[in-house]
């Protein structure tokens, strides 16, 4: 699985992006979330409240709910504001 960070998402983890093997039992956005969390205090930071944070699956805006495969890339973003 592909994962990118951007904004203050990639600064709390100290990347912006990594390809990671999740484990089987991560079927949604909410898990993968939940799991990284567990990954270190950056991705604790990152994902303290995931209410902060946006989703895309594959370039499309995702619910937290969605469901992942393997291969798909996740993108972690915080909300757009307008200006």
């Known amino acids: 699985m592909k994962l990118v ?3 203050w998402v990639r600064e709390k983890i100290g990347t912006g992006g990594e390809e990671l093997t999740v484990p089987d039992e991560i079927a949604s956005v909410s898990e993968l979330v939940e799991w990284l969390r567990g990954r270190g205090p950056g991705y604790a930071a990152a994902f303290a ?3 902060t944070v946006r989703v895309a699956v594959n370039q499309e805006y995702a619910p937290m709910d969605a469901v992942l495969s393997a291969d798909d890339e ?3 973003f915080p909300p757009v504001t307008g200006g």
Do not use: E, V
């Open 49 to 51: 409240d995931p209410k």
């Open 5 to 7: 960070y951007f904004a």
């Open 74 to 76: 996740i993108a972690f």
